[in-house]
């Protein structure tokens, strides 16, 4: 017997977004009709429909003027499994970012784009245009499933990354939202170009009997509600963790045999990093191990996995509405059991793993076909011209002379694919005419392995600096290195402007969480592969005591690590009491004879013969002399 969809609760009490994405008449209203009026900005309950759509409605902070009302903009987010972005694409947001944008493109930690400083009345332009060039926000954000990730790295010689791929590409089909509201709203209707789904995806997006889905509803997955909460689902293989993995909802790793033919995927669930400062209920957390799942059944478990969450996820509390909670609170065996009803038979045991390692493909790589990749460090993720450093100008030369697909990567870069050998050194010159560095061997360790979310000024939930504090902050922590004696060290350091996370710096070696103007949260303890939670060391760490808080545990950690060991293993071997009684007795060596420090003058000759006669005539030591008269100077200036 064919069992639908529970039928959903509406006599429950609900949060307000419940009721906003009901009235919606599946993601129409009100943005269909507010989109025609003639002002600035959105009403809050179109807001809220319009993340669906793929686009955030901001305020610039830093324009802020007494007596005039908001600066709002637009931004906008795309949707691309596995950050695979098409030449034709490319050149469009490139384009879109100076038409209706800020002149910059942002990389984004989840492998996709974003354009800000977008104007209300040119919204429809842009997504129309972004559409029709092979592209998508729908989405991208909102309470359903996010851009799906996958490890950017197109080697053809090992198969399993082209599983990860196509694997990417056929859940965020399986997943995406089937409301025609979309093409309505932005392209009058007009139905996209795009790529023809695989008729294995559009049977298992119909196929039920065990409660997945809902019969005769325009969403048959998602239903009325959609999600509780947004829902992030990778793809990746076995010992690379490219993508973050243990911070998804839904991680998928590709299980092959001996002959490299794919048999299924490993399935981790329950990882999440939004949380909310002084809400101790709100909490990052690790993905778990639940099962193996056959090639065969991967759809059908996932609609399994997404429909528990759908109908058990918390739907009254926004902030306890993730699947992090729902694994929390009722235990990975109980969440195996009810993904199992779904599943409509027992799950597989979850099969030995490899240890996982983090990479970032930057540089030239040999694709395994003949071919190249080329790996850009994008710091930030923000693709810009400033002064002689012409990225954007470069990355868009060599995209069109060269007519290049791109991937993005988890860690806000950029990847080039299928470089012919004989195109390397004409690539080369572009770069470095424009100021652009390709090895990254050249690179700063730290700046490196960093990340940061935009925050300030246009993201509403920022209460700190992040991207623009970053480099001065990696800075400090550099010439504090290399004060100590430790110009080799280097370390994962993220930083967000709010405890939601969205530079994931609860599993960095160091992360900073803004908590206020110039102060953060400090998190210590995870480790290089971002494999390990980190953990809260200081709550209120302000900016201009980095150097204080900073300097005694990098003292203890150069006295006391093990072979080899890396700054976030050693925080987490000797503990956070250990850290804190060293600080506590830390005694920095220079203070004591700071007093006594004289520095040398160098003066000419004439001078010194008529500073030595003045200092005869008044029976004063040149010193002190020489130090009144600096100091007057300086302070007449």
Excluded at 367 to 379: W, Y
Aim: glycine share 8%.
């Amino acid at each position: 017997m064919v069992q639908s969809a529970p039928p959903e609760n509406t006599n429950r009490k609900s949060s307000k977004l419940e009721g906003i994405k009901e009235r919606s008449n599946f993601l129409r209203e009100p943005v269909a009709t507010e989109i025609l009026e003639d002002t600035t900005h959105f009403s809050e309950e179109a807001i809220q429909i319009l993340k669906f759509h793929g686009s955030y409605q901001q305020h610039n902070r830093d324009n802020i003027v007494r007596g005039q009302g908001k600066d709002y903009q637009m931004m906008l987010r795309t949707r691309n499994p596995g950050g695979f972005i098409p030449p034709q694409l490319y050149l469009t947001l490139d384009k879109l970012s100076d038409d209706y944008g800020n002149h910059t493109m942002r990389i984004t930690t989840r492998q996709g784009f974003q354009l800000h400083g977008i104007l209300k009345k040119n919204l429809k332009a842009t997504i129309a245009a972004i559409v029709k060039n092979m592209g998508s926000t729908l989405g991208a954000c909102g309470d359903l499933n996010r851009n799906i990730m996958a490890p950017a790295a197109p080697f053809k010689n090992k198969p399993e990354y082209q599983y990860a791929i196509e694997y990417a590409d056929k859940i965020a089909d399986l997943l995406t939202p089937q409301t025609g509201a979309y093409y309505e709203i932005w392209l009058d209707g007009e139905k996209a170009i795009s790529a023809e789904e695989s008729p294995e995806v559009k049977a298992a997006r119909q196929r039920n009997g065990t409660g997945t889905i809902f019969h005769d509803s325009p969403e048959p997955i998602y239903g009325t509600h959609y999600m509780p909460r947004k829902f992030k689902i990778s793809v990746t293989v076995p010992g690379d963790n490219s993508i973050d993995l243990y911070t998804q909802d839904l991680s998928l790793v590709v299980i092959t045999n001996e002959n490299s033919e794919l048999q299924g995927f490993n399935v981790f669930c329950g990882g999440g990093l939004g949380r909310t400062h002084n809400k101790e209920e709100t909490f990052a957390r690790k993905a778990d191990e639940i099962c193996y799942v056959s090639k065969e059944d991967v759809y059908d478990l996932v609609k399994a996995i997404v429909a528990t969450q759908r109908d058990y996820g918390d739907r009254v509390q926004r902030r306890h509405a993730r699947l992090k909670y729902l694994i929390n609170d009722w235990g990975v065996d109980k969440f195996r059991s009810k993904v199992e009803e779904y599943f409509g038979k027992s799950v597989e045991p979850f099969r030995q793993l490899p240890e996982f390692k983090y990479y970032d493909y930057l540089g030239w790589n040999e694709q395994g076909d003949g071919k190249l990749f080329l790996g850009i460090s994008i710091e930030n993720g923000r693709v810009k011209d400033e002064g002689a450093f012409q990225l954007k100008t470069a990355l868009r030369k060599i995209v069109e002379q060269f007519n290049l697909d791109v991937r993005l990567t988890g860690n806000h870069n950029l990847i080039f694919l299928d470089i012919a050998p004989e195109q390397h050194q004409a690539i080369e010159e572009i770069l470095q005419t424009h100021g652009v560095n390709s090895d990254p061997e050249k690179l700063a360790p730290l700046v490196r392995y960093a990340m940061a979310c935009p925050a300030f000024p246009t993201c509403g939930l920022a209460i700190a600096e992040s991207e623009r504090a970053i480099p001065g902050i990696l800075d400090r922590i550099r010439k504090l290195l290399n004060k100590l004696g430790l110009q080799k060290e280097h370390f994962v350091v993220r930083m967000t402007g709010c405890p939601n996370g969205c530079a994931r710096p609860y599993m960095a070696e160091m992360g900073f969480v803004g908590s206020g103007r110039d102060t953060y949260q400090l998190w210590l303890g995870g480790c290089p592969n971002q494999t390990r939670l980190a953990q809260p060391y200081m709550q209120k760490l302000k900016a201009d005591e980095l150097e204080k808080q900073l300097e005694p545990m990098f003292v203890y950690f150069k006295e006391s690590r093990e072979t080899e060991e890396s700054f976030g293993d050693f925080c987490n071997r000797v503990g956070f009491d250990a850290i804190r009684e060293y600080a506590g007795s830390y005694k920095p060596k220079s203070s004591t004879i700071a007093k006594k420090l004289r520095h040398r003058v160098t003066v000419r000759d004439e001078v010194y013969d008529k500073l030595r006669q003045a200092s005869e005539s008044q029976g004063k030591p040149m010193t002190e002399m020489v130090n009144e008269a600096i100091k007057a100077y300086l302070e007449v200036e």
